[in-house]
């Protein structure tokens, strides 16, 4: 009969890491985006530049290549999710703006090679006589380079692969309001595709989206539609006029000092925008809509970029943030954008202590913490003990 091993008799308790869980947020609002842009240390002017390159880029390659439209409104999303969680000294936007399409090209299920998008890339800065084929060895390392990216834009978007796609119900809108199709119809939809030079894609929903560019479509044309100025039907979309009257305020900031960089801007005169906004910056102070919606800071409103109407509290009754989301113990919100933020260090995912989790589900995300909670609870016990103490003596 073998001997009994002698087993410690000292349990340490040290099990294994219970892990980072990752949520994917479907929706960024202004505030979060400020946090992050401060947090990566980068000038209003300067994220202005990289961002609205980058899309530029990722436009030309669009055409360049004949992808749908739904593509480009994925690849824009994971270009400005990436540019939120990593630092701008980190990467070139070029290749930033790649790899958010080659991405994109996958999840829209518009499979492009890496190698193919390079080729298409490099193919726009030559003459014809000098193209280069997909197979030239040049793109060896540059296509290596895109594939590791890519992975980062999986884990800054959270493995997320939901999209929004207003330009069907723009479409849609357009023709049950009786829009002229070629005119109105026509700018609504180029301002769609200049909506996501902005943050408004990561902000606003589907129905705002579509609603803001018809509306504003309609004012440069002098066809107001009165039941989206007054917010008829909102209810049904589930959206606010606060919401809509944002992504309108958005698009004109843009039109306004960055004319050159979009398709609708430099069609008219910078004054009918001027002239639009001044209309709408009076109608958001005469219902005190908030510049931002589900903002805690509050600024006056002005004619400029960052112009505002007021805000609202979001610790309020009526705040608009979703009661789904998850929260530890403690009750305050802890889910961040990034696997670095999430584990509160500043080294990347892979040389952390513990794990990355990535999850879809805000409910079960907040029912595993409760019950991991558990076990890391700290319990104290009080006791009162009752001291006799003796009187002093008196000094004679």
């Known amino acids: ?127 014809t006589a000098e193209y280069a084929s997909q197979d030239d060895q040049m793109f060896d390392v540059p296509s290596k380079a895109i594939v590791g990216l890519e992975r980062l834009m999986l884990e800054a978007s959270g493995f997320d692969y939901r999209s929004r796609y207003p330009q069907k119900l723009l479409l849609k809108l357009a023709k049950y309001y009786r829009l002229d199709r070629d005119t109105v119809g026509k700018t609504a939809y180029n301002m769609s595709l200049d909506l996501y030079r902005t943050f408004a894609p990561l902000k606003q929903t589907t129905p705002t989206m579509a609603i803001a560019c018809v509306e504003l479509a309609g004012r440069l044309h002098e066809r107001n539609v009165q039941e989206l100025e007054a917010g008829k039907g909102f209810k049904k979309w589930r959206i606010t006029r606060q919401e809509v009257m944002e992504t309108l305020l958005d698009l004109l900031d843009l039109y306004t000092h ?21 209309t709408l910056n009076q109608e958001a102070s005469a219902n005190e809509y908030p510049r931002y919606t589900n903002s805690t800071k509050k600024k006056t409103i002005t004619n400029g970029v960052k112009a505002t109407n007021g805000t609202k509290d979001i610790s309020s009754k009526n705040s608009p943030i979703s009661p789904r989301d998850p929260l530890p113990v403690d009750g305050k919100p802890s889910i961040t954008l990034s696997p670095e933020a999430a584990a509160g260090a500043k080294v990347r995912a892979g040389l952390k202590e513990g794990t990355v989790r990535f999850m879809l589900d805000p409910e079960r995300a907040r029912d595993e913490r409760k019950i991991v909670a558990e076990y890391f609870r700290v319990e104290e016990e009080e006791y009162e003990v009752e001291v006799e103490v003796e009187p002093e003596r008196r000094r004679g």
């Open 258 to 278: 960055h004319r050159t960089y979009t398709t609708v801007g430099q069609e008219y005169p910078i004054e009918t925008f001027i002239a639009i906004r001044i």
């Open 1 to 127: 009969m073998a001997p009994v091993q002698a087993v410690d008799a000292v349990d340490t308790g040290v099990g294994p890491h219970p892990s980072y869980i990752q949520l994917a947020k479907p929706y960024i609002f202004e505030q979060k985006l400020e946090e992050c842009m401060a947090a990566t240390g980068v000038t209003e002017a300067k994220e202005d530049s990289i961002r609205l390159q980058g899309v530029a880029w990722i436009d030309s390659l669009r055409k360049s290549l004949h992808l749908p439209v739904r593509t480009f409104n994925t690849a824009c999303v994971y270009y400005h999710r990436f540019r939120l969680v990593h630092v701008d000294t980190e990467y070139g936007y070029i290749d930033a703006a790649t790899a958010a399409l080659f991405t994109a090209c996958k999840i829209e299920d518009t499979l492009k090679k890496s190698r193919e998008i390079l080729c298409a890339a490099y193919n726009q800065k030559v003459s």
